[in-house]
């Protein structure tokens, strides 16, 4: 299923009517201790993807650097070090 496509109106609009009807002032979050416990776990899920993020910004910067290396016969041309 492809996702919604909203206009710069339709977005606007909808907003307005979230403002008007205010959910987050009837939100409980988790009751039951079987609840808490799944909620719980969603930290661990975001922190999870967040570091995959990192890993993979780290391996391309890998990769520019050691291409960078290759281009000028492994001389440095400065970097993050010039500016301790």
Do not use: Y
């Not at 403002?19 to 909620?39: L, V």
């Not at 990769?63 to 010039?82: H, N």
């Amino acid at each position: 299923m492809a996702a919604r496509r909203w206009t710069d109106e339709q977005r606007a609009q909808q907003a307005a009517k979230i403002h008007q009807w205010q959910p987050w002032t009837r939100s409980t979050g988790a009751r039951t201790p079987e609840g808490k416990a799944i909620c719980s776990k969603n930290v661990n899920i975001g922190q999870a993807k967040k570091k995959k993020a990192l890993e993979q910004a780290k391996q391309e910067l890998d990769q520019v650097l050691a291409k960078i290396a290759r281009l000028t016969g492994g001389r440095r041309t400065g970097g993050v070090d010039d500016f301790k």
